[in-house]
């Protein structure tokens, strides 16, 4: 029987190995694996563990990193690490059925090495078969703005007006809906609301950064 500690990096290392031969990179400080397709677009793949007595369980989180996009909204609201668009796990896109069906697992310490690698198996032909191509999907910024506005403004209040403007191309479009963002932050107080606040300081700057965008 394995250790926690020993089954954590048995998991690790057998995704390392399978995922390095798509072009994936290792991040060791949030578990993610990165291929770089362009200047501008990343995809990552994330292992996400929650921890029970005897196991971990296994969730796979797909995300898509818009280098200008993202550093833009950086800047503008003054955020120290860069943000990134996710799927899966904290539900911040809508993911079809297949990639939670099988980006999901518990590992046991008692988990035999056929048991193991057969749940391995099972969540890598879930990145293959769906997973990739998803995110290939999502590398088309239409298809990403989509999935933005489905899930709301008030889940990218920062990023889904900056897609309008860089995106769109859409000025007024980008300010109407960072307003609404503010005015409903608004509803809660102004003078001790820290995050009107904060989000007042983003949208004035996003208003400048407008008046002066050129493409």
């Not at 090495?113 to 078969?129: A, M, Q, S, T």
């Not at 489905?150 to 000025?171: H, I, N, R």
């Not at 300010?175 to 609301?193: E, I, P, R, W």
Request: overall charge negative.
């Amino acid at each position: 029987m394995r250790t926690k500690k020993e089954l954590k990096i048995q998991i690790c290392d057998a995704f390392k190995e399978r995922l390095s031969a798509e072009g994936f990179k290792f991040r060791k400080w949030d578990d993610s694996f990165l291929r770089k397709e362009d200047d501008d677009i990343t995809f990552l793949i994330t292992l996400y563990y929650s921890t029970y007595p005897d196991c971990y369980g296994l969730d796979i989180i797909y995300g898509i990193h818009y280098e200008r996009l993202i550093s833009i909204e950086r800047e503008l609201s003054g955020r120290e690490k860069p943000m990134r668009l996710v799927t899966g796990k904290f539900s911040q896109m809508i993911v079809p059925d297949k990639l939670r069906e099988l980006g999901r697992n518990d590992f046991y310490t008692y988990d035999s090495e056929e048991e193991f690698n057969r749940k391995v198996d099972l969540i890598v032909e879930g990145i293959h078969k769906y997973g990739i191509p998803y995110l290939n999907m999502l590398s088309e910024k239409e298809c990403t703005l989509q999935q933005m506005e489905k899930e709301g403004l008030y889940t990218y209040p920062q990023l889904l007006p900056l897609a309008y403007l860089l995106w769109c191309k859409d000025k007024k479009r980008c300010l109407d809906a960072a307003k609404d963002v503010l005015n409903f932050y608004a509803q809660y107080g102004t003078d001790t609301n820290e995050q009107y606040k904060e989000y007042y300081s983003f949208y004035e700057r996003l208003k400048q950064f407008a008046e002066e965008y050129q493409e």
